[in-house]
């Protein structure tokens, strides 16, 4: 039997395999352990991983990356509003209170 883990973290997601002989990184398909946490919109396009960490230079206000910061919070809490500054795609505030990440896609 194996289990499968998986570890989110705000730059780079990295999966595991626990077998019978150890733990295994899965290798993404550039051979890398790490692949970036990152997905990035064009307009008829989704990018995810090391390819949207690529297009986000080009792209960076449909680029999504580091959205851990704001999961399980309110919109109006004071750290997300600092962190807001940080990103450069557009956060506002869904109709739970909740923070709602807006990008174009499928125009």
């Excluded at 500054?85 to 499928?106: A, H, K, T």
Aim: glycine letters at 10%.
């Amino acid at each position: 039997m194996s289990v499968v883990g998986l570890d989110l973290g705000n730059e780079k997601c990295i999966i595991g395999v626990a077998r019978q002989r150890g733990i295994d990184d899965v290798l993404n398909d550039e051979g890398r352990r790490e692949t970036p946490a990152m997905v990035s919109f064009s307009d008829n396009q989704r990018y995810i991983g090391t390819a949207a960490a690529s297009t986000a230079t080009m792209n960076p206000k449909n680029s999504v990356s580091q959205i851990k910061r704001l999961i399980g919070r309110r919109f109006r809490d004071p750290e997300v509003q600092r962190d807001l500054q940080l990103f450069s795609f557009r956060v506002s505030e869904g109709s739970d209170g909740g923070p709602l990440i807006n990008v174009n896609y499928l125009k």
